[in-house]
């Protein structure tokens, strides 16, 4: 079936290999995931000098630490001497360099190669040429990203601007002082399916009504099947009787000064691309980062932010997490039983969209873009 033979209440979706084909997992890798800005930590999970974590960002490792200076820096997790991974652990922490494990290289938190096994009777050999290799780092609303790229694409355009393009202002998300916020609770998902068939789930919610119970009750305009991020600037109202964005509709946490009258009991989602989607309600923050691990497999890793004063003070969060616990759960459980679908024949041409879904079909373009792929007419 070809688009031009659909009804016009439906357009194409992408084919089922592109969901299931490892080589197109590889270009999306190299013209996606490792050319584009990347969500890699939340910058409180690196509190002091040599604190530490390595993370994938498509077929790369990386080193990702704080300096002597409190810098933020970022490097391939990779020795210079001979190709050995640097550092193994996903998290840790250095008093003041890491140490190669096989032959013993040292580099101190700014990169620099200041030891090695005889290195003072290899004088020729230069402290910073033979370092580790940097990529560009930038901080904003409190996490780190990352651009493998040697000339990256604008971040203000690029992920700055697609909060822009959704809520119509980047002010609107300023309110919620994200950067400040304290990590409440965290929890990471193992999905065995494609990242695209998340971002996919994630952009409509034409199926909210089927498999979202909770949400629908806080959330009723979702029933309708129209997601928040449909329209530009659009938060979806709580329900007359729901008084919090929780499991139960009850009493959420202190609200963040910063939201506005317009914001207050309104729900707002945002989708960045690649591999992020931030959730605004008044009290906390829901962040999620995606880490394709391969073509059939994405680890998801979600933070629940409050008020440091909400966490610090030990209240009782579980209401308001269980609630997208819940959500993430359902969605997961939704892709998990697609994802064998899209290897079967009757999918090899894709399937379709209705209209309060058609907006994916711009996701597909942009997919299509990015690999420098024709989109079937």
Same mark, same amino acid.
């Given at each position: 079936?070809? !688009?031009? !033979?659909?009804?016009?209440?439906? /357009?194409?979706?992408?084919?089922?290999?592109?969901?299931?084909?490892?080589?197109?997992?590889?270009?999306?890798?190299?013209? &996606?995931?490792?050319?584009?800005?990347?969500?890699?930590?939340?910058? !409180?999970?690196?509190?002091?000098?040599?604190?530490?974590?390595?993370?994938?960002?498509?077929?790369?490792?990386?080193?990702?630490?704080?300096?002597?200076?409190?810098?933020?820096?970022?490097?391939?997790?990779?020795?210079?001497?001979?190709?050995?991974?640097?550092?193994?652990?996903?998290?840790?922490?250095?008093?003041?360099?890491?140490?190669?494990?096989?032959?013993?290289?040292?580099?101190?938190?700014?990169?620099?190669?200041?030891?090695?096994?005889?290195?003072?009777?290899?004088?020729?050999?230069?402290?910073?040429?033979?370092?580790?290799?940097?990529?560009?780092?930038?901080?904003?609303?409190?996490?780190?990203?990352?651009?493998?790229?040697?000339?990256?694409?604008?971040?203000?355009?690029?992920?700055?601007?697609?909060?822009?393009?959704?809520?119509?202002?980047?002010?609107?998300?300023?309110?919620? *002082?994200?950067?400040?916020?304290?990590?409440?609770?965290? /929890?990471?998902?193992?999905?065995?399916?494609?990242?695209?068939?998340?971002?996919?789930?994630?952009?409509?919610?034409?199926?909210?009504?089927?498999?979202?119970?909770?949400?629908?009750?806080?959330?009723?305009?979702?029933?309708?099947?129209?997601?928040?991020?449909?329209?530009?600037?659009? *938060?979806?109202?709580?329900?007359?009787?729901?008084?919090?964005?929780?499991?139960?509709?009850?009493?959420?946490?202190?609200?963040?000064?910063?939201? !506005?009258?317009?914001?207050?009991?309104?729900?707002?989602? &945002?989708?960045?691309?690649?591999?992020?989607?931030?959730?605004?309600?008044?009290?906390?923050?829901?962040?999620?980062?995606?880490?394709?691990?391969?073509?059939?497999?994405?680890?998801?890793?979600?933070?629940?932010?409050?008020?440091?004063?909400?966490?610090?003070?030990?209240?009782?969060?579980?209401?308001?997490?269980?609630?997208?616990?819940?959500?993430?759960?359902?969605?997961?459980?939704?892709?998990?039983?697609?994802?064998?679908?899209?290897?079967?024949?009757?999918?090899?041409?894709? *399937?379709?969209?209705?209209?309060?879904?058609?907006?994916?079909?711009?996701?597909?373009?942009?997919?299509?873009?990015?690999?420098?792929?024709?989109?079937?007419?």
């Amino acid at each position: 079936m070809t !688009s031009t !033979s659909l009804p016009d209440s439906l /357009i194409a979706t992408l084919p089922g290999s592109s969901y299931t084909d490892p080589d197109l997992f590889a270009q999306e890798q190299e013209r &996606i995931f490792e050319a584009m800005w990347f969500c890699v930590a939340r910058a !409180s999970d690196l509190p002091r000098p040599g604190a530490f974590r390595t993370v994938d960002v498509g077929r790369e490792s990386l080193l990702v630490t704080r300096a002597r200076d409190h810098s933020i820096r970022a490097y391939f997790n990779v020795c210079r001497h001979r190709g050995a991974k640097l550092c193994t652990e996903e998290t840790g922490e250095v008093k003041r360099a890491f140490q190669c494990p096989y032959h013993a290289w040292t580099y101190d938190l700014n990169g620099k190669l200041v030891a090695a096994p005889n290195l003072t009777k290899m004088p020729d050999v230069g402290r910073t040429e033979y370092g580790l290799v940097g990529v560009h780092v930038r901080e904003w609303l409190g996490y780190v990203w990352v651009c493998l790229a040697e000339n990256p694409p604008s971040f203000e355009e690029d992920v700055i601007g697609a909060v822009v393009e959704r809520l119509g202002d980047v002010r609107a998300i300023e309110a919620y *002082g994200i950067d400040n916020l304290a990590v409440g609770k965290r /929890i990471v998902y193992d999905v065995q399916a494609n990242w695209k068939l998340i971002i996919e789930n994630f952009m409509e919610c034409y199926h909210c009504a089927t498999i979202h119970p909770e949400l629908t009750e806080v959330l009723p305009e979702f029933a309708d099947g129209y997601a928040a991020q449909y329209y530009v600037g659009h *938060g979806a109202e709580f329900g007359e009787e729901v008084k919090g964005f929780t499991v139960d509709g009850s009493e959420g946490l202190d609200r963040i000064p910063g939201v !506005s009258e317009e914001q207050d009991r309104r729900y707002y989602a &945002i989708t960045v691309k690649p591999q992020v989607f931030i959730n605004l309600v008044p009290d906390h923050v829901i962040f999620h980062r995606m880490y394709p691990v391969a073509v059939d497999r994405t680890v998801v890793e979600c933070d629940w932010l409050y008020l440091p004063g909400v966490v610090e003070s030990g209240k009782d969060v579980e209401r308001s997490v269980e609630l997208f616990h819940r959500v993430n759960q359902q969605d997961f459980d939704a892709c998990e039983r697609t994802q064998p679908g899209m290897s079967s024949r009757l999918y090899a041409k894709g *399937g379709v969209l209705v209209p309060s879904e058609h907006h994916i079909g711009a996701f597909h373009a942009w997919v299509h873009e990015r690999l420098g792929t024709r989109q079937p007419e």
